[in-house]
């Protein structure tokens, strides 16, 4: 099978709506496939350890011969492949979205699914210096940045189906001056 006709990576900090993002645009463009890294993580056991928080530490090599090689076998005209450690790999041939979000929006969420108050504010700082957004960009070629909420789905799907769109960074240090205010942090 020749590659599909685009791939398409999505990628942002933990909590930021990667997955839900990648699901419903899938389903609104319709001939797309999507796969989720950090299932294949732990279906294909491409793991070396667990860390202190419980993430499962990625072999990064081997995961990209895997997705490179699923995007190669599918039939569908788009390959939708999300994941936060896919802004730190180069998959071929890939335009790379990253999905932001407000961190109040990504506190909240964090929280619900039990992150160790060390790790939010490790996924705070992340996505507020737009970790993800410049790793991204030193890995593709094309790279473009989505804040998560109403439209997004919809300029996103856009996007894939060819639409031209300003590059464009999106910027949230304000918003950590603000939130370290707010929550007492100290460093």
Same mark, same amino acid.
């Given at each position: 099978?020749? =590659?599909?006709?685009?791939?398409?990576?999505?990628?942002?900090?933990?909590?930021?709506?990667?997955?839900?993002?990648? !699901?419903?645009?899938?389903?609104?463009?319709?001939?797309? =496939?999507?796969?989720?890294?950090? !299932?294949?993580?732990?279906?294909?056991? $491409?793991?070396?350890?667990?860390?202190?928080? #419980?993430?499962? /530490?990625?072999?990064?090599?081997?995961?990209?011969?895997? /997705?490179?090689?699923?995007?190669?076998?599918?039939?569908?005209?788009?390959?939708?492949?999300? #994941?936060?450690?896919?802004? !730190?790999?180069?998959?071929?041939?890939?335009?790379?979205?990253?999905?932001?979000?407000?961190?109040?929006? $990504?506190?909240?969420?964090?929280?619900?699914?039990?992150?160790?108050?060390?790790?939010?504010?490790?996924?705070?700082?992340?996505?507020?210096? !737009?970790?993800? #957004?410049?790793?991204?960009? =030193?890995?593709?070629?094309?790279?473009?940045?989505?804040?998560?909420?109403?439209?997004?789905?919809?300029?996103?799907?856009?996007?894939?189906?060819?639409?031209?769109?300003?590059?464009?960074?999106?910027?949230?240090?304000?918003? $950590?001056?603000?939130?370290?205010?707010?929550?007492?942090?100290?460093?």
């Amino acid at each position: 099978m020749t =590659e599909p006709m685009k791939v398409i990576v999505i990628t942002g900090t933990p909590a930021s709506g990667k997955t839900t993002m990648a !699901d419903k645009v899938a389903k609104r463009i319709g001939d797309a =496939e999507v796969i989720h890294a950090n !299932d294949v993580v732990r279906s294909k056991r $491409l793991f070396t350890a667990y860390a202190r928080d #419980g993430a499962m /530490l990625a072999q990064m090599g081997r995961l990209k011969k895997e /997705l490179e090689k699923r995007i190669r076998s599918s039939k569908k005209g788009v390959v939708i492949v999300e #994941g936060h450690i896919l802004c !730190d790999m180069k998959i071929r041939n890939a335009m790379a979205i990253v999905v932001r979000e407000h961190l109040r929006v $990504l506190e909240r969420r964090m929280e619900r699914r039990g992150y160790a108050a060390s790790k939010i504010k490790e996924n705070i700082i992340s996505e507020a210096i !737009d970790y993800c #957004g410049i790793s991204a960009q =030193e890995n593709y070629g094309k790279v473009f940045e989505i804040m998560n909420g109403k439209g997004a789905v919809a300029e996103v799907a856009s996007l894939v189906k060819g639409m031209k769109m300003t590059r464009r960074g999106i910027e949230m240090l304000h918003e $950590l001056m603000e939130f370290t205010k707010r929550s007492g942090w100290n460093s």
